[in-house]
């Protein structure tokens, strides 16, 4: 045993001294470059350390849009579309609701969330802001059998915005409050959109542990509009620690939001994917993380973008109807192709376009 140490530790010093060797070489051949040579061979593994990371990030969400969708990943009846406040305010009248009616005729829309807000910065809501919104919920029921109609309430949050500060018990009275306000106008059920909502916040949580009951009471339905869940571990943190701003959810989060309420919408646009296959990967991804997630007996909707932008964060060529409705598929098909609670929400009437709806109704609803 001593002879072996003594040959284990005589092996170990000879190849210490080699690596010693080849580090000393390799510091002098440095020290005999030029500046414009270590400048580049700097830069160049700097580019190693950022491109690596990045495409490996890219193959694999190519990979999540490859493959066929399973034919049993189509829409179950529970998908919804966001509507502006026109429908609120004055602006729409009886003959918009009977177009509204033959533009969902056929479709698999089951919930229209109305803008009814914005809530004060207290957490009230004037009822100023939306005269017409008994109106809308009668015209919808008559015209819309079997429709729910959901008031949309949203503000921004502290401590990222001035706005609503949800730590404050105070605040959540008020926007509870406000909820049974919209729901005595004949809604069937509150939908909040309240960002930017950093996860952790205990505020929001015990908000909907207030209104939920509220809602139930009254045969109503308590529904959230999420942000997208971190494609990396704590990437919500590294978000907010560079930019300030928090644009992902932690899944823990996710699900104790998803335990609360009766709807989930997640809001999986502006994902700043460049192109659709890695939109629709995306996609894919964000639908299994959002299944594993929310419970079975939570509608989960997955959120498609009706409108055309391009900016920073939107590009209008990635992010089409028909590469977020192959992902959601693909992701669906996968992780849980049986799950009955599950939709896609169409983000925003005033915006679609006649293709987006052709889109939707090809892909997803066929």
């Known amino acids: 045993m001593t002879a072996f140490r003594t040959g284990f530790r005589d092996r170990a010093r000879r190849a210490g001294a080699a690596a010693?060797?080849?580090?000393?070489?390799?510091?002098g051949r440095w020290r005999g470059w030029s500046r414009?040579?270590?400048?580049l061979v700097a830069a160049l593994a700097l580019l190693a350390v950022v491109i690596v990371p990045i495409g490996s990030a890219a193959l694999a969400l190519r990979l999540q849009y490859a493959g066929d969708p399973s034919p049993e990943a189509r829409t179950r009846g529970r998908d919804a579309v966001w509507l502006g406040h026109a429908w609120v305010d004055g602006r729409k009248g009886d003959a918009d609701i009977e177009e509204l009616a033959r533009r969902l005729a056929g479709t698999g829309v089951r919930d229209l969330y109305v803008h009814t807000g914005p809530l004060e910065h207290d957490g009230t809501l004037p009822p100023a802001v939306h005269p017409r919104a008994r109106w809308f919920t009668a015209a919808a029921h008559r015209a819309l059998p079997g429709i729910r109609v959901q008031s949309w309430l949203g503000d921004e949050v502290k401590p990222e915005k001035d706005g609503l500060d949800l730590e404050d018990a105070a605040t959540r009275e008020r926007v509870t409050a406000s909820a049974g306000q919209v729901l005595d106008l004949g809604f069937d059920g509150v939908h909040f959109d309240m960002e930017p909502i950093r996860p952790g916040s205990k505020g929001w949580l015990a908000l909907l542990d207030r209104v939920r009951p509220v809602a139930a009471g009254r045969g109503a339905v308590l529904s959230v509009a999420v942000p997208q869940i971190d494609p990396l571990p704590h990437q919500h943190d590294?978000?907010?620690?560079?930019?300030?701003?928090?644009k992902w959810w932690d899944q823990e989060y996710f699900a104790a939001t998803a335990r609360r309420v009766d709807q989930v919408a997640v809001m999986t646009y502006d994902s700043n994917m460049p192109t659709e296959s890695l939109y629709g990967g995306y996609n894919a991804y964000q639908t299994a993380l959002a299944l594993e997630a929310t419970p079975e007996d939570v509608d989960l909707l997955m959120g498609l973008p009706f409108y055309w932008d391009d900016?920073?964060?939107?590009?209008?060529?990635a992010e089409t109807v028909t590469a977020g409705i192959r992902g959601i598929r693909l992701g669906l098909g996968r992780q849980d192709p049986q799950r009955r609670n599950f939709g896609v929400g169409l983000y925003v009437d005033f915006a679609a376009t006649e293709?987006?709806?052709?889109?939707?109704?090809?892909d997803w609803v066929r």
Not at 311 to 317: I, L, S, V
């Open 311 to 317: 900016r920073w964060g939107h590009w209008g060529r």
């Open 238 to 246: 590294l978000g907010i620690a560079l930019t300030g701003h928090g």
């Open 20 to 27: 010693a060797a080849r580090a000393g070489a390799l510091r």
């Open 36 to 39: 414009w040579r270590k400048a």
């Open 355 to 362: 293709q987006n709806w052709a889109d939707y109704r090809r």
